[in-house]
Each structure stands twice: as structure tokens, then as C-alpha cells.
């Protein structure tokens, strides 16, 4: 089994910074791409940023130069920065990881159950 665990959201004022952290955990081989996605009700789920095995990393226009992407690939972590937090950054964070697990029955998505960021005065 593979579980994504999230962690760091919360309430943060206009301008405020959070970090949220993502641990991959379980029986691994490999893992691709890792990201976090969000949402808010009524909507999509929708992409903020994503970290190649290598490090390359892309961001939604919305918030580049505000949130960083970052992975530790020995302990199988993605972490997100985000910096001069807005109000439309509200919403669900959901981690996601390409995993392939130990007993290569082949590579999938999985997802962390999400952890709310609420940016507000």
C-alpha cells in the first residue's frame, strides 16, 4: 500500500506565508512527478505546481514567484512554500505523487486527502 500524508495548512492572513509538506510512505519503488493541486467548491480540481524526479519544476501562472515547489527524494517529501498568500489562494491543497509501487503491478496517481489553506483578514 502507498499513502500520501499532507501537513501545514491553515489560516493565514493577506500576505502571510504557509508551508505544506507531503510524505510519500509505503511500499515504493519509484516516484515520478509530484505536485500539488487545488480546489474550491464548484470547481475543478486545478494544478499549482509540479516537480520532475530531476527537479524541474512548473508553476500556474497565478502564482509563480509567490510559491516554490520543492522535493527530498530520500525520504520521498514534497514540500510547497507559498509566500504573499492572496484570498483567491483559499482552498483545498491536495498533494499528488506518479508512484510506482514495490511490487511493480504498475505506476499510478495517488492523491493525499487534501488539507484546507484559508487566506483571510
Known amino acids: 500500500q502507498v499513502h500520501l500524508a499532507e501537513s501545514g495548512g491553515g489560516v493565514v492572513q493577506p500576505g502571510g506565508s504557509l508551508r505544506l509538506s507531503c510524505q510519500a510512505s509505503g511500499n515504493i519503488f519509484s516516484i515520478g512527478f509530484m505536485g500539488w493541486y487545488r480546489q474550491t467548491p464548484g470547481k475543478e480540481r486545478d494544478v499549482v505546481a509540479t516537480?520532475?524526479?530531476?527537479?524541474?519544476?512548473n508553476y500556474a501562472t497565478s502564482v509563480k514567484g509567490r510559491f516554490t515547489i520543492s522535493r527530498d527524494n530520500a525520504n520521498n517529501t514534497v514540500s510547497l512554500q507559498m509566500n504573499s498568500l492572496k484570498p483567491e489562494d483559499t482552498a483545498i491543497y491536495y498533494c499528488?505523487?506518479?508512484?510506482?509501487?514495490?511490487?511493480?503491478?504498475?505506476?499510478?496517481?495517488?492523491w493525499g486527502q487534501g488539507t484546507q489553506v484559508t487566506v483571510s483578514s
Open positions: 499528488n505523487a506518479w508512484i510506482q509501487p514495490s511490487d511493480l503491478t504498475g505506476a499510478s496517481d495517488y
Open positions: 516537480i520532475s524526479s530531476i527537479g524541474r519544476e
